[in-house]
């Protein structure tokens, strides 16, 4: 009878423990994810400076190509020119070619860091929103979608998010 009433008892106990340890697994939280991909796509700010850097590579581009066409018209008069004045062209082209490495270069690096430095703006804008999202409406966790594997549509705060993030910006005045 001894034994019946301890197995019962840690039968009892064994139950509550389960119980408790699912039950602390549902008391994780209110949790929702955001599709960042969507949400860096559709934030207006992404779209101005996307603009932004297209004009400035655009310039760019446009500046490049009129060196390399300097140096073309210099190369194409150079069959022209005595073996003296060739030699003394031929200088000239290497420089401006050697000038237009450099030059493309370094605009491809300027391109970059300044996409970089917005890039970063954009996201720590992004990441504020959610932050302040998830403070005011009670949420523990909002995970990014590249690191679920399953979401309800109804956990997706994307669009929320979206909405405050357009909301909020204020594009710079031209």
Not at 23 to 34: T, W
Not at 35 to 64: M, N, R
């Amino acid at each position: 009878m001894l034994k019946r009433r301890a197995v019962a008892v840690t039968g009892v106990l064994l139950f509550f423990a389960i119980f408790g340890m699912t039950s602390g697994a549902y008391a994780a939280g209110k949790m929702a994810y955001v599709d960042l991909s969507q949400t860096f796509d559709k934030y207006e700010k992404t779209k101005v400076y996307d603009e932004a850097l297209a004009v400035t590579q655009s310039s760019k581009e446009k500046e490049l190509e009129q060196m390399a066409n300097e140096i073309k018209a210099i190369e194409d008069k150079m069959s022209l020119l005595s073996e003296k004045e060739k030699a003394t062209k031929q200088k000239e082209s290497d420089e401006k070619n050697k000038k237009l490495k450099q030059m493309s270069q370094q605009i491809a690096l300027d391109l970059r860091k300044d996409r970089d430095e917005k890039l970063k703006e954009i996201l720590q804008d992004i990441e504020k929103v959610i932050q302040s999202y998830a403070q005011k409406n009670g949420y523990d966790f909002i995970f990014n979608d590249r690191v679920l594997l399953y979401g309800t549509a109804s956990a997706d705060v994307t669009q929320d998010i979206i909405e405050l993030l357009n909301g909020s910006y204020k594009p710079p005045k031209k």
